[in-house]
Antibody, heavy 115, light 107 residues
Framework: EVQLVESGGGLVQPGGSLRLSCAASGFTFSSYSMNWVRQAPGKGLEWVSYISSSSSTIYYADSVKGRFTISRDNAKNSLYLQMNSLRDEDTAVYYC????????WGQGTLVTVSS | EIVLTQSPATLSLSPGERATLSCRASQSVSSYLAWYQQKPGQAPRLLIYDASNRATGIPARFSGSGSGTDFTLTISSLEPEDFAVYYCQQRSNWPSTFGQGTKLEIK
């Protein structure tokens, strides 16, 4: 069964840092690009970042550029999102999603930025 | 950045009825448009990719159409489990963008 499991969310103060992880199983992780998408409480979906299968191509939303870093470890079947200089508006559930077709998605991990 | 506008914001229908959801792009996205379903407390699920292709395991009552700037998601006969929020997404240009969503509620 294809599965994505996010972890690493939690409560952090403004200006703080957090590292999210997405553990993949049930498929050849190294063959797929990956994405991070977030959803603020009660709001819609916002694409955050993309990484190609080999990490050669990376994109970020303007809202996180310069603060967030996406990476992956194909040997560990894992995707990461390093989030620095966190702001109140970064509060959201963060999902990882597989491939160009964003299928499937993980269950999400909640990041709360608050003092 | 390509803006996707979904309409209506809320659609109130009864089980068995036909649902038609619209997604309009601010510029052409060719056929690089997807539709997702999200139920409360759950992650989104891919329904349609490349405008008209049903994802694996999606029932035939879901269909997508359109190209360029105007797209439609049709649910031919609503089942109770279809009441949810639906999002469109374009992958034609970076950044990828989502519509604001259409809430399909029971009338």
């Amino acid at each position: 069964e294809v599965q994505l499991v996010e972890s690493g969310g939690g409560l952090v103060q403004p200006g703080g840092s957090l590292r999210l992880s997405c553990a993949a199983s049930g498929f050849t992780f190294s063959s797929y690009s990956m994405n991070w998408v977030r959803q603020a409480p009660g709001k819609g979906l916002e694409w955050v970042s993309y990484i190609s299968s080999s990490s050669s191509t990376i994109y970020y939303a303007d809202s996180v550029k310069g603060r967030f870093t996406i990476s992956r470890d194909n040997a560990k079947n894992s995707l990461y999102l390093q989030m620095n200089s966190l702001r109140d508006e970064d509060t959201a559930v963060y999902y990882c999603a597989r491939g160009r077709d964003y299928a499937p998605w993980g269950q999400g991990t909640l990041v709360t930025v608050s003092s | 950045e390509i803006v996707l506008t979904q309409s209506p914001a809320t659609l109130s229908l009864s089980p068995g009825e036909r649902a038609t959801l619209s997604c309009r792009a601010s510029q052409s996205v060719s056929s690089y448009l997807a539709w997702y379903q999200q139920k409360p407390g759950q992650a989104p699920r891919l329904l349609i990719y490349d405008a008209s292709n049903r994802a694996t395991g999606i029932p035939a009552r879901f269909s997508g159409s359109g190209s360029g700037t105007d797209f439609t998601l049709t649910i031919s006969s609503l089942e109770p489990e279809d009441f949810a929020v639906y999002y469109c997404q374009q992958r034609s240009n970076w950044p990828s963008t989502f519509g604001q969503g259409t809430k399909l509620e029971i009338k």
